[in-house]
T-cell receptor, first 109, second 114 residues
Framework: GQNIDQPTEMTATEGAIVQINCTYQ??????LFWYQQHAGEAPTFLSY??LDGLEEKGRFSSFLSRSKGYSYLLLKELQMKDSASYLC??????????WGAGTKLIIKP | DVKVTQSSRYLVKRTGEKVFLECVQD?????MFWYRQDPGLGLRLIYF???????EKGDIPEGYSVSREKKERFSLILESASTNQTSMYLC?????????????FGPGTRLTVL
């Protein structure tokens, strides 16, 4: 079966750095998305990785290793507004999008 | 900015009622999607549409139908609502056919079926 694993919940401190991991077992791979979803709101796009390596976008970076079936989202200089759920989604060989259950990130002052 | 709107933020219906959830996008996107989101589960695709009058089943189409008569509008229909359809329903759109473009989501409709 197809599976995406993310930690259910993480806690971090304002100003710190946090890494949210996503591991996947899918039939093939054609790309990986990260979305942010604040409580009660719509998911919004953060990043898309299709090649191995690190993509940096301001305070947020996303890393992909296709050989390991692994990605992470790195958030630097954490702010209270970064408290949200972070969703990982993988495109499989049939170009279907498989979603993880999301990681709820709690930021403490 | 792309805007995706959904007809209701909150909806309460009774078992057996017919329920319509509407979604409108204003950026001429080809693709539109309906998902449901439940605690502890990833987004699950109900139906999607890549063109007017075209529809494809997603992972959990049972108990649902859809309609896309105009490019900007994608409706989800629960023919006879049941309590296990209580959920958050999210509509999304993306510019081109396929899933490699980012999706733009509406604010969601929280449906409660009593």
């Amino acid at each position: 079966g197809q599976n995406i694993d993310q930690p259910t919940e993480m806690t971090a401190t304002e100003g710190a750095i946090v890494q949210i991991n996503c591991t996947y077992q899918t039939s093939g791979f054609n790309g990986l998305f990260w979305y942010q979803q604040h409580a009660g709101e719509a998911p919004t796009f953060l990043s898309y990785n299709v090649l191995d390596g690190l993509e940096e976008k301001g305070r947020f970076s996303s890393f992909l290793s296709r050989s390991k079936g692994y990605s992470y989202l790195l958030l630097k200089e954490l702010q209270m507004k970064d408290s949200a759920s972070y969703l990982c989604a993988v495109i499989d060989s049939n170009y279907q999008l498989i979603w993880g259950a999301g990681t709820k990130l709690i930021i403490k002052p | 900015d792309v805007k995706v709107t959904q007809s209701s933020r909150y909806l309460v219906k009774r078992t057996g009622e017919k329920v319509f959830l509407e979604c409108v996008q204003d950026m001429d996107h080809e693709n539109m999607f309906w998902y449901r989101q439940d605690p502890g589960l990833g987004l699950r695709l109900i139906y999607f549409s890549y063109d007017v009058k075209m529809k494809e089943k997603g992972d959990i189409p049972e108990g649902y139908s859809v309609s896309r008569e105009k490019k900007e509008r994608f409706s989800l229909i629960l023919e006879s609502a049941s309590t296990n359809q209580t959920s958050m329903y999210l509509c999304a759109s993306s510019p081109r056919q396929g899933v490699t473009d980012e999706q733009f989501f509406g604010p969601g409709t929280r449906l409660t079926v009593l």
